[in-house]
């Protein structure tokens, strides 16, 4: 049954019934602009009720531009300038919400995530928001020229499954390509490149790597086994656990280093084609091989007194230093503290998009006004969220961006 709506144009259409979507219908419809969400998903907001482990790791205390990757690095300085984290606690506080913080200033639900979906559509409730969903967006045809001069005039017509609607200004919050199980879609990418609006070719990112047979071989035993370390590519460095899979290396510390890893396209100071990992970083590895240089302990049995046995074993028959400590010379005890410290290895790949927790790349960023989302070109068009090319970290800064940029298209639509 195709449901009953006041009018079949809107000052404001939203494609995407998502964390940015939702925020930016709330804005402009509280501003008194006549909204539509439509979203071709039959549940609402399917990736904030899934993330956090339900609870939703909604922002972070602290967030700047360096928390975030992309072609335009400056880009997204404009929108999280003029709504930060503290703005979404306000609102969350105000809407009585418990949260607790975690580690690295991460903010989570107390109770579920289910508490900033209702959150969000009570704001587009207070907006008189309409919505269309579920709802197959067959095609978006530009308006008759002329009508972007005309105010309220019909920019775009959609084609959809409910029927056709018009509006003056459209906004594109599709997401990303991550976790295609829950209706990921390149739908985004398609309008952009329908308008001629250029991409950066998208990319698995927050994801896990994986390693080549050759050094799968050496490490498939170890699926499971976790410590801390920390990892570095490019101008990426991360200090959080690491965790052996069956396909290679996961873990938040190789999440974080991962979208480093596939961005190093994007500039020598970037990304590399290797991912550093120092094993000891609460020491001196060199001095602490020192102290110990009169063991009778094999080196692997001696490591493990700081990482998992498991581990120690397979990394040192890799090298073939599995001999007693007081046997090594110092210049191998040197050599063997710098590989601890600097473990390079080379990724042959990530788990994909099924396992990613975001996008990188996506719509240029610099075809669009930092100011207000807006395409340069193409007046009327806004693209907010995973599908512009803004790549948060690990730890609620993805979310704070669908917030800022949504919130600056709502205040300019």
Not at 79 to 94: C, K, N, Q, T, Y
Not at 142 to 165: C, I, K, Q, V
Not at 188 to 216: C, D, M, N, S
Not at 326 to 341: D, V, Y
Request: glycine share 12%; with cysteine; hydrophobic share 40%.
């Amino acid at each position: 049954m195709i449901p009953h709506f006041p009018t079949r144009h809107f000052d404001v259409i939203v494609i995407g019934a998502g964390a940015s979507g939702m925020m930016c219908a709330a804005e402009a419809g509280q501003r008194g602009r006549r909204v539509l969400i439509l979203d071709h998903a039959p549940k609402l907001a399917e990736k904030i009720r899934i993330s956090g482990g339900g609870r939703c790791n909604f922002t972070n205390r602290e967030v700047t531009m360096g928390h975030y990757l992309s072609r335009n690095p400056h880009f997204c300085r404009s929108a999280l300038a003029r709504f930060g984290p503290g703005d979404f606690i306000e609102r969350v506080e105000h809407h009585g919400i418990a949260y607790h913080e975690r580690e690295h200033g991460q903010l989570f639900c107390d109770e579920s995530a289910q508490d900033i979906i209702d959150m969000l559509r009570q704001g587009c409730e207070d907006g008189h928001v309409s919505w269309a969903m579920p709802c197959e967006l067959k095609a978006v045809v530009p308006g008759e020229a002329g009508a972007a001069d005309a105010a309220g005039g019909e920019r775009y017509r959609l084609e959809t499954s409910m029927g056709e609607f018009s509006c003056t200004n459209l906004v594109i919050a599709t997401g990303g390509l991550s976790i295609p199980k829950i209706g990921a879609t390149p739908l985004g990418y398609r309008i952009a490149a329908q308008f001629h609006i250029p991409v950066i070719a998208p990319k698995p990112a927050l994801v896990p790597l994986t390693l080549p047979p050759e050094e799968l071989d050496i490490y498939k035993e170890l699926a499971g086994t976790a410590f801390d370390a920390v990892a570095e590519c490019g101008t990426g460095r991360f200090r959080e656990n690491l965790l052996f899979t069956h396909r290679g290396l996961s873990g938040p510390v190789i999440l974080q280093v991962s979208s480093y890893w596939q961005a190093r396209d994007y500039g020598d100071k970037d990304g590399g084609s290797q991912v550093h990992i120092n094993l000891f970083p609460n020491e001196d590895v060199g001095a602490w091989l020192g102290a110990h240089a009169r063991s009778k302990a094999l080196l692997s049995n001696l490591l493990a007194e700081r990482l998992p046995r498991r581990f120690t074993h397979a990394w040192c028959e890799q090298r073939g230093w599995n001999s007693p400590v007081n046997q090594l010379s110092p210049k191998q005890l040197e050599q063997i503290a710098a590989q601890l410290a600097n473990w390079a290895i080379t990724p042959n790949g990530t788990q994909g998009y099924a396992k990613a927790e975001v996008t990188l790349g996506g719509v240029d960023t610099r075809a669009l006004s930092s100011k207000t989302l807006e395409a340069r070109d193409q007046p009327g068009l806004y693209f907010i969220g995973e599908v512009v090319d803004v790549t948060g970290h690990l730890g609620g800064y993805n979310f704070q961006w669908a917030w800022a940029s949504g919130y600056a298209a709502g205040q300019a639509v």
